[in-house]
C-alpha cells in the first residue's frame, strides 16, 4: 500500500515537531500525529521534540499510548517493501525504524533505490563539473579577446601594457589548463552514464526490490 501524496507533503512541509503552536499542542490529535510520523518513517525520537514543543508552549504532554497507536499504524504502512525502494531512490533517509520478517527485504529495497540516486547523482555531478570547465573557458576567451584589444589600443599606457601581458600569460595558462581537463571530465561522464545504464539494466531485469514484478529500464 503507498502512502498517500498529500500525506507525504504535510509530512515535509509541516510535519516538523518544533513548529507545532499552542493551539495544536491543545487541541492535538495525538494518534493522528503518531500516524503521520510512523508513515514518514520518522525515528522513534521524534516524540520527544513534540513533547518539548508543547510542555514549552501549552504546559502540554503527548497522550503516548494515543501517539503510538498511531505511529505503529504509520509504521505499517511506511515499512512497505514496494515503499522502500522510492524513498532511498529520491534520497530520503532510513532511520532503522522497520522492524520484524519484513525488515530484511525493505533495507535491500532501500538500498537499491539509494543506489540509483547514488549513481543518478553521479551523472549529474559529471555533467555539472563538465559544464563549468565549459563555462569557464568561454569566460577566460572573453578575458583574452578583451585584454588583447586594451594591449593594442592606442590608449593603453604603456605601464598598463606591462600588466596586461601578465594577464593574458596567466589567461592562457589557464585556459590550456582548462582544455587538458576536458579529457578526464568526459571520461568521467561515460563511466557515470556507463554505471547507471548498467544498474538501470539490472533493474530492469530483477526489478526495483524483492519479489517485483520486472519492467523496463525507462521506469527509472
Known amino acids: 500500500m503507498r502512502i498517500p501524496a498529500f500525506?507525504?507533503?504535510?509530512?515535509?512541509?509541516?510535519?516538523?515537531a518544533g513548529g507545532m503552536s499552542k493551539d495544536e499542542c491543545l487541541y492535538a490529535d495525538w494518534r493522528a500525529i503518531g500516524y503521520e510520523d510512523g508513515a514518514r518513517g520518522a525515528s522513534a525520537s521524534a516524540v520527544s521534540s513534540h513533547r518539548q514543543a508543547c510542555?514549552?508552549?501549552?504546559g502540554i504532554t503527548p497522550d503516548m499510548n494515543a501517539y503510538l497507536a498511531g505511529?505503529?499504524?504509520?509504521l505499517r504502512e511506511y515499512c512497505q517493501v514496494s515503499n522502500?525502494?522510492?524513498i532511498g531512490a529520491r534520497g530520503g533517509r532510513y532511520y532503522g525504524v522497520c522492524?520484524?520478517?519484513?525488515?530484511?527485504?525493505?533495507?535491500t529495497a532501500y538500498q537499491q533505490g539509494n543506489q540509483l540516486f547514488a549513481l543518478e547523482n553521479d551523472l549529474a555531478h559529471a555533467e555539472h563539473a563538465f559544464a563549468a570547465a565549459?563555462?569557464?573557458?568561454?569566460?577566460?576567451n572573453h578575458n583574452?579577446?578583451?585584454?588583447?584589444?586594451?594591449?593594442?589600443?592606442?590608449?593603453?599606457p604603456h605601464l598598463e601594457r606591462v600588466d596586461i601581458l601578465a594577464d593574458l600569460k596567466n589567461l592562457n595558462e589557464e585556459k590550456q589548463r582548462v582544455k587538458r581537463s576536458f579529457g578526464p571530465l568526459r571520461r568521467d561522464i561515460d563511466v557515470a552514464y556507463e554505471e547507471l545504464a548498467d544498474y538501470r539494466a539490472f533493474l530492469a531485469a530483477n526489478g526495483p526490490y524483492p519479489g517485483a514484478h520486472s519492467v523496463t529500464s525507462a521506469s527509472y
Request: charged content about 25%; overall charge negative; hydrophobic content about 45%.
Open 7 to 16: 500525506l507525504l507533503a504535510f509530512s515535509v512541509l509541516g510535519g516538523c
Open 55 to 58: 510542555a514549552k508552549k501549552a
Open 71 to 74: 505511529r505503529d499504524a504509520g
Open 84 to 86: 522502500a525502494f522510492s
Open 99 to 107: 522492524t520484524g520478517p519484513e525488515e530484511g527485504a525493505f533495507v
Open 134 to 140: 565549459e563555462k569557464r573557458l568561454q569566460e577566460i
Open 144 to 156: 583574452i579577446d578583451h585584454a588583447e584589444a586594451a594591449l593594442i589600443s592606442p590608449a593603453t
